[in-house]
């Protein structure tokens, strides 16, 4: 039998004509591309994130972010902190913290952590999970802060894989990549945003913008 003979097979080419293929939209490419200075895609992000209710602060140094984190720790509360190993960061919360750090997430009611990469476009914080942000850090309290400096925002998704791409390099790409956009949320039942769901009710991102 031909491609064509049948007549059920003739009915399915017919409607599969090239003018019903130009009905179909663009494919979606994950093309690089920044078109904007780092001011504003720091300012992006930063709408976009206040558009999904987290908060961006900005700490023109680093030393600025440690009243940031005091401001933040004592407006939510917290009373049991975990923070990311990264002596750096660490460094910053000791400063901001005077009480024992905690290393078990799952007490925590507040985390610290770093970023691999901020993306502008949507908002979204990008963590590889590891010695920079433990996966239950990023999940389980009800305040997760995010500490990261202004180079590391891009513009788009396809701009943060080739980023995380190239910095894995030889070694290859993180077995857990995380993204984050805007607080945990829900709107399954009934379609009403819940804020919190499943995760931390309040989204804080530091920006230093030198150092």
Known sequence: MSS???????RLAAQHSPAWAEELPEPFVLRPDSPLSLAQLADLFARRLSELRGEAHYAPEVDDAVPILTHLVQRHGLTRVTCADVPWLTSLVHRAWWDPLTHDVRQADG?????HV????TGTVVVAAGPMAHRGATALPRVHIVVAHREQIVYSLGDALTRIIDVAGNDG??????FITGPS???DIEKTLVI???GPA????ILIENG
């Open 4 to 10: 064509c003979s049948h007549p059920v097979l003739r």
């Open 111 to 115: 985390s610290v952590t770093t970023a």
């Open 118 to 121: 901020l993306i502008a476009d």
């Open 173 to 178: 790409l993180p077995s857990d990549i995380l």
């Open 185 to 187: 949320r829900t709107s």
């Open 196 to 198: 919190p769901a499943q």
């Open 202 to 205: 309040a989204l804080h991102v």
